[in-house]
């Protein structure tokens, strides 16, 4: 059963769990959707908001249905189906693969975005602004070499999160 909580509820540090556990960001409709794992990304106060920041490479999948779509969730999950889910979600292309199905997890659209029913956390973000990081934007020079070889910069996704969802 979820219930609604202010994000300034969550006990957990999320930026860790991000990092750590990982999550996946989903965008799209029940006709339409990809999801994707994402373990780059950070919260806090933006614009008088809550506010989520994903960070999407240009040539995912997801990417296609961010750009189209307002709304986006990030869905974090118990621990013991990290293998699972992120091996699909985190290797296979949506152009060409089930990946909900494949994972064993269960599409919901319910909200302004889908979301997965075994999901502990459920943030519904609403996109605010997309960036984009550029090579002129860089101090540290060694991070391009490192993180992006094939110069496939990050596009970067800010969104006000409209709701909170836990299961409980």
């Known amino acids: 059963m979820l219930k609604e909580i202010k994000f300034s509820e969550i006990k957990e540090n999320l930026t860790k769990t991000l990092c750590e556990d990982w999550a996946l960001v989903t965008a799209g409709s029940e006709e339409s959707f990809n ?54 979600c985190g290797s296979k292309s949506g152009r060409d693969t089930d990946k909900p199905a494949q994972a064993g997890i269960t599409p919901i659209f319910s909200e302004k975005a889908p979301y997965f029913e075994q999901a502990r956390i459920i943030l519904v973000c609403r996109k605010t602004a997309k960036g984009c990081f550029t090579p002129d934007q860089f101090a540290d020079e060694q991070i391009i070499s490192k993180w992006y070889p094939a110069n496939d910069f990050h596009n970067i996704y800010y969104a006000t999160i409209e709701k909170t969802l836990i299961t409980g």
């Open 35 to 88: 999801t994707m794992t994402v373990s780059w990304g950070s919260f806090g106060e933006l614009w008088g908001e809550d506010t989520a920041t994903v960070y999407i490479r240009p040539q995912r999948y997801t990417e296609e249905f961010l750009n189209q779509n307002d709304y986006f969730t990030i869905c974090f999950f118990p621990n013991e189906m990290k293998q699972q889910i992120h091996s699909i």
